[in-house]
Structure formats: structure tokens, C-alpha cells
């Protein structure tokens, strides 16, 4: 079983856990947060990121666990942090994901429960593809981006990259969203 390290103990976290433990591959070490005070108890604090370098000596697997909502600029920081530190970052799909074997990922990517990604997708790295998310076939997803719950990508979508799409929104065939677009829940994009 290769050991991880969980990078941020908030919120996101705990639905990273659930995945992350739904693979057998993977034992959590612990958790690299800015305090002791995070949410997730059950696992060890291992200290803030200035000890990421000497975790490294020891551990080659973490899983970026800092949520999207207001900004993702501190996923993305941590995210190229851990790259050139050394880190390898593997996807995690969740056992009820359905997963076109048609489809392409980077790396650093969770796939939440009951998301489904069809055929000829492809996305980038650092992405978080949410309970309940429908990528259509024939999508392109960039870098850093949050499909939030329940969102709807129909066929030929292309996300450019450190995109927010909120809860419930569709959007429409063959439209592109732009690099640092955020798209309030519940919109619908046509």
C-alpha cells in the first residue's frame, strides 16, 4: 500500500477523504495544514507547508486537498508547489464514477461520487470534477478548474483554465468558457 499525505485539512478535504479510501492502493499518513486545527481528526498533523521539502524525504505521494470556492489561486500555488518539490499527485476517481476509457487526464484530479465523464473528454491537471457532474462527450477541461456539484458540461464544451462552475449549471453544446471564468450556481449558459 503506497502512503499519501493529505495537503489541506478543510471542508474539500473531507470529501477527498472519502475517495481517497475507496481505493485500496493508498494509506493516509496525515495532514499538512496551515494550524493543528483542522477538521479531519482521524489523521495526524503533520505541520504547515514548510515541512513539505522534509515530508518529501519520506513520502512521494500527497493528494492536493484545498478546496475551489472564492479563488483558485491557493490550489493552484500548493499544486505547482508540490510539482517542484517532487511530489507525484495521482488522480482519484471515485468507484462510482463512470469513466470512458475513450478519456484523457492529467494528473492531480478527483473525480466525486457519481460523476460521469463520456466519451473523448479530455482534462488537464488539479481538477475537481464533483458529486454529481456530467461531462458530455467530446469536453475539454484545462488546468485548476472546479466543476461543482450536479453541473452539466454538454458535448464539445471547452473550460479553459482556473475555472469556477457552480452548483446546478448547465451549459450549452459546443460553447467555451474562458480562462478564470466563475460561473454562479444555478446559471444556465446558452
Known amino acids: 500500500m503506497k502512503k499519501i499525505l493529505l495537503i489541506g485539512g478543510g471542508g474539500h478535504a473531507t470529501s477527498c477523504i472519502e475517495i481517497i479510501l475507496q481505493n485500496s492502493k ?15 481528526t482521524n489523521f495526524k498533523y503533520l505541520g504547515d507547508d514548510t515541512e513539505l521539502s ?25 499544486y505547482i508547489k508540490l510539482k ?30 457519481n460523476s460521469f465523464i463520456n466519451r473523448n473528454v479530455i482534462i488537464g491537471n488539479n481538477n475537481i470534477i464533483n458529486t454529481g457532474s456530467i461531462v458530455e462527450h467530446d469536453v475539454f477541461i484545462g488546468d485548476n478548474c472546479h466543476v461543482s456539484t450536479g453541473v452539466i458540461l ?7 483554465n482556473n475555472v469556477f462552475i ?6 450549452y453544446n459546443d460553447l ?6 466563475i460561473i454562479p450556481a444555478g446559471s444556465i449558459i446558452k
Open 84 to 113: 517542484e518539490i517532487g511530489f507525484d499527485l495521482p488522480n482519484f476517481i471515485s468507484k462510482t464514477t463512470y469513466f470512458s476509457k475513450s478519456s484523457e487526464i492529467g494528473d492531480g484530479n478527483f473525480f466525486m461520487n
Open 176 to 181: 467555451k468558457i474562458k480562462d478564470g471564468s
Open 154 to 160: 454538454n458535448g464539445g464544451v471547452k473550460i479553459g
Open 26 to 40: 493508498y494509506k493516509i499518513i496525515g495532514v499538512v495544514e496551515k494550524s493543528n486545527n483542522y477538521k479531519n
Open 166 to 171: 457552480g452548483s446546478g449549471s448547465i451549459i
Open 54 to 78: 522534509k515530508l518529501k524525504t519520506k513520502y512521494s505521494y500527497c493528494a492536493n486537498c484545498i478546496g475551489q470556492i472564492k479563488s483558485h489561486i491557493p490550489r493552484y500555488k500548493m
